[in-house]
């Protein structure tokens, strides 16, 4: 804008959406990590998220906790699979359990979302197989 402020919307979320979620919403990982590049290279005096309000300061830090949350998750979700083939489902429990998820319908119908973006990135980067087996993959 022309007062220098970056209105992110859902693209980065605030400090603290970020501390309170391990797994953060996103349905595209690849589209997302590029996105935070972009991000982290803008030079502004003031940031607007959606969730989060204004933040006056460093906008490249917060965007490189956002994509080191996002690179966690994804090396535990890898970690879960290379351990023992499971379902989404399976993996999304898992999950859950390890980052201490509430248990709840809501939780696991967002977690299970972004459980199904990880693995379509996993499988895109050949890192992981994905198969169907007695109706569930």
Same mark, same amino acid.
């Given at each position: 804008? !022309?007062?220098?402020?970056?209105?992110?919307?859902? &693209?980065?979320?605030?400090?603290?959406?970020?501390?309170? =979620?391990?797994?953060?919403?996103? %349905?595209?990982?690849?589209?997302?990590?590029?996105?935070?590049?972009?991000? &982290?290279?803008?030079?502004?005096?003031?940031?607007?998220?959606? =969730?989060?309000?204004?933040?006056?300061?460093?906008?490249? *830090?917060?965007?490189?906790? =956002?994509?080191?949350?996002?690179?966690?998750?994804?090396?535990?979700? /890898?970690?879960?699979?290379?351990?023992? !083939?499971? *379902? $989404?489902?399976?993996?999304?429990?898992?999950?859950?359990? =390890?980052?201490?998820? !509430?248990? /709840?319908?809501?939780?696991?119908?967002? %977690?299970?979302?972004?459980?199904?973006?990880?693995?379509?990135?996993?499988? &895109?980067?050949?890192? $992981?197989?994905?198969?169907? *087996?007695?109706?569930?993959?």
């Amino acid at each position: 804008s !022309p007062d220098n402020v970056l209105y992110v919307a859902d &693209a980065i979320f605030g400090e603290e959406t970020l501390d309170k =979620h391990a797994v953060l919403f996103y %349905t595209n990982i690849n589209d997302t990590l590029n996105s935070f590049k972009k991000l &982290a290279a803008c030079r502004v005096d003031a940031c607007v998220f959606y =969730h989060g309000g204004l933040m006056q300061g460093d906008l490249a *830090s917060v965007v490189a906790r =956002h994509e080191n949350k996002m690179l966690e998750v994804k090396e535990v979700i /890898n970690r879960f699979i290379l351990n023992e !083939p499971l *379902s $989404i489902d399976e993996l999304t429990r898992n999950l859950m359990k =390890h980052y201490k998820i !509430p248990e /709840n319908i809501t939780q696991f119908t967002l %977690t299970r979302v972004c459980v199904n973006a990880f693995v379509t990135q996993l499988e &895109a980067e050949k890192k $992981i197989e994905m198969f169907m *087996s007695d109706g569930m993959m």
